[in-house]
Structures are given as structure tokens and as C-alpha cells.
């Protein structure tokens, strides 16, 4: 163990930095792309796909989620004088 380095704190601060760096912004783009399924390609037709319960609930559910993590954050900024 190093004096100067606290590895306990550096790999937590690494873990929480890579999930709400990373993670948010993954979960918001799932969130935005669930109730907009991908056109088939093989089909001629010029209806889009339509989304079902499943891909608005997906969305529902990662949009809450981030939410959850903003309101969380501006929790704790707001607790700590």
C-alpha cells in the first residue's frame, strides 16, 4: 500500500466515474431508442414500425432511472454546505 495513494478510494472513485460517465448517457440513449424500433429492410412498405408496450415501458423505465440519479445529485450538491 502505497502512503501517498489510497487505492480503496481511487477504484471506487474510478467505478462511480465510469457509471454516471458512461453509464447515464448509455442508459438515456436506450431510453431514447426503445420506443423507436430499426425499419426492416426487407419489407417494401413505407410504414415505420410501430413500438409496442415493451419499448415504452423500456424507455419509461431508463428515463426514471436517470432522473433518479439527477435528483440524486443535486441532492448531495445541495446537502453539503
Known amino acids: 500500500m502505497n502512503s501517498w495513494i489510497n487505492l480503496d478510494a481511487l ?7 465510469v457509471l454516471v460517465g458512461a453509464g447515464l448517457p448509455a442508459l438515456f440513449a436506450i431510453g431514447v431508442r426503445a420506443p423507436n424500433p430499426p425499419a426492416r429492410t426487407d419489407s417494401a412498405a413505407a410504414t415505420p414500425p410501430a413500438a409496442g408496450p415493451i419499448g415504452y415501458l ?6 426514471a432511472v436517470v432522473l433518479a440519479a439527477i435528483g440524486w445529485g443535486v441532492s448531495v450538491i445541495v446537502s453539503h454546505r
Open 11 to 17: 477504484w471506487k472513485i474510478i467505478a462511480v466515474g
Open 58 to 63: 423500456v424507455a419509461a423505465v431508463c428515463f
